[in-house]
């Protein structure tokens, strides 16, 4: 079911969901937690919703998309609600914003939250500088950005390391659970050789690559080097180095990778680049702080020694107010 509401208000909103639930009990009460999509792209509204609704199946939640539109129309609030077959396991509230609403979407969202129930805030294209400081991301537990999909993905990434709070995450992060996941098991078979270095290969524009190299140098406490491969080609390996022979995870076609260790016969496991909805979803699975996640990010720095210099260029572009 969808119902639009144009030129409205929140506490219209408020009473339509009730008169729905009352008039077809249409939206179940049992949800887990509010999912707060903010976009200034309109195409990317729908592949949003559609991976909101995949993640829904696992995490019931009342998802509110930030639609932000043109700042120099008068001042409007459209709003669509969509509940049953529409929405998934969730109920889909699109609150689009003009003029200098535009830039107050938190007053629009407060009166829309669940009660008693945490806020995650995701950003499925560009990220705010500070996400903990942006005024939606202030009401979110947990805040889900994604480098690669902001113009300059590493320097995105790299902004993520400078402004570092509890509650942020990538889904360039959780893009890397397979390898870390296979990478950790492989660690954990015969021959236990301690590991001398390291080597991620992966295309230059690739976060999840550098993130990939941050951890392994935050767990290993080892050299690692970052060699790239041609861009949007993804992570094409990984090579741990031992004395006995070195641990190899290889994958050239983005979907099928080749495990490789001593004594070991050589296995090919399914590698494929996940989806959004499926690293959406796992990020909903947990709201406190990953640590991980942060030593990863502030290891970066240590693999080859190369990314100073870019936390020097974002805080230069910060400063002037660069794009």
């Known amino acids: ?12 909103v408020n009473h339509a969901l009730i008169d729905i639930r009352e008039r077809g009990g249409a939206v179940a009460l049992g949800r887990v937690l509010t999912l707060v999509i ?31 539109g043109l700042k120099r129309a008068g001042t409007r609030l459209d709003a669509q609600i969509r509940v049953g077959g529409d929405a998934g396991a969730s109920e889909v509230l699109v609150l689009r914003l003009y003029g200098p609403l535009a830039d107050h979407g938190d007053s629009v969202v407060v009166p829309l939250l669940l009660p ?47 402004s570092y709070a509890d509650g942020d995450t990538d889904l360039a992060w959780s893009r890397l659970t397979p390898w870390r996941a296979l990478l950790a098991t492989a660690l954990d078979l015969p021959p236990y050789e301690d590991v001398d270095t390291v080597t991620v290969t992966g295309a230059a524009d690739n976060p999840s690559a550098d993130l990939l190299a941050g951890w392994l140098r935050s767990r290993l406490h080892v050299p690692v080097r970052r060699r790239t491969s041609p861009p949007g080609g993804g992570i094409s390996s990984a090579s741990l180095e031992r004395r006995g022979g070195a641990v190899e995870l290889v994958r050239p076609d983005g979907k099928v990778g080749t495990l490789r260790q001593p004594g070991q016969p050589e296995r090919r496991v399914p590698l494929r680049r996940r989806p959004v909805r499926e690293c959406l979803a796992e990020e909903l699975r947990r709201l406190e702080p ?20 870019a936390a020097k260029s974002i805080r230069s572009d910060e400063r002037q107010g660069a794009p």
């Open 116 to 162: 008693d129930c945490p806020v995650v805030a995701w950003w499925p294209g560009v990220a705010p500088p500070i996400p903990a400081q942006d005024p939606l991301g202030k009401l979110a537990q947990r805040r889900i950005t994604d480098a690669a999909a902001a113009p300059h993905p590493i320097r995105a990434l790299e902004s993520r390391r400078v």
């Open 1 to 12: 079911m969808i119902v639009d509401l144009p030129s409205t208000t929140t506490s219209a």
């Open 290 to 309: 990953d640590e991980i996640y942060q030593a990863a990010l502030q290891a970066m720095t240590e693999v080859n020694g190369r990314r100073s210099g």
């Open 38 to 68: 903010i976009t200034d792209d309109s195409a990317q509204v729908e592949h949003s919703i559609e991976a909101a609704n995949e993640a829904s199946k696992e995490h019931p939640c009342r998802v509110l998309v930030v639609a932000r």
